[in-house]
């Protein structure tokens, strides 16, 4: 049975600092991961997404690496601001199945 | 502006009450899902459709209920057998051939028990 894990569940970090996220799963045949964000008390926003055949995927400040064999995916945030503190998921999508979430990293950033 | 709206943001169910949750997209999207997500956990699948007159049961379905009846909306019924109801209720929606596209979220209902 496919499980995800993030790692930490909560992280602090101060201002303009480079920081990476992890998520691991438990079996390497998925079709694709996603990395979504959440703000408190609404709904997720996709962010990036890695389809089984990538290594990665790069949108602004923000680099999500997927290593399949490993059951490992990173998502990297450079110069981080205050705005980027939310909660932060991942999901991996097993072939021919659905979405499966981890339970998140709850990300603050101190001014 | 396209996107995926939930109503009512806030719900209260009393005891042995049926409660529906709205779900409506303009992405012109075939899939369409509902997640129910509790503090400390991660999202859990509750029904899923991938065309309109069809859905599957996801991992957590007992005392819920869906319909699929036109392509942009996709109810869920909260029924008086789902004993614990109390959580965060996300609708979400993907396009294009099944599991490639990324899944777009509405805001959530809060459903409470008065």
């Known amino acids: 049975k496919q499980e995800v894990t993030q790692i930490p569940a909560a992280l602090s970090v101060p201002e303009g600092e480079n920081l990476v996220l992890n998520c691991s799963f438990t079996?390497?045949?998925?079709?694709?991961l996603q990395w979504f964000r959440q703000d408190p008390g609404k709904g997720l926003t996709s962010l990036l997404l890695i389809q089984s055949s990538q290594r990665e995927q790069t949108s602004g400040r923000l680099n999500a690496s997927l290593d399949k064999s490993s059951g490992r995916s990173t998502l990297y945030i450079a110069a981080s601001q205050p705005g980027d503190s939310a909660t932060y998921l991942c999901a991996v999508r097993p072939e021919g199945g659905k979405l499966i979430f981890g339970q998140g990293t709850e990300l603050s950033v101190k001014p | 502006d396209g996107g995926i709206t939930q109503s009512p943001k806030y719900l209260f169910r009393k005891e042995g009450q049926n409660v529906t949750l709205s779900c409506e997209q303009n992405l012109n999207h075939d899939a369409m899902y509902w997640y129910r997500q509790d503090p400390g956990q991660g999202l859990r699948l509750i029904y899923y459709?991938?065309?309109?007159?069809?859905?599957q049961k996801g991992d957590i379905a007992e005392g819920y209920s869906v319909s699929r009846e036109k392509k942009e909306s996709f109810p869920l019924t909260v029924t008086s057998a789902q004993k614990n109801p109390t959580a965060f209720y996300l609708c979400?929606?993907?396009?294009?051939?099944?599991?490639?596209?990324?899944?777009?979220f509405g805001d959530g209902t809060r459903l409470s028990i008065l």
């Open positions: 979400a929606s993907s396009g294009g051939p099944t599991g490639n596209q990324p899944q777009h």
């Open positions: 079996d390497s045949a998925i079709y694709n």
């Open positions: 459709s991938q065309i309109v007159n069809d859905f």
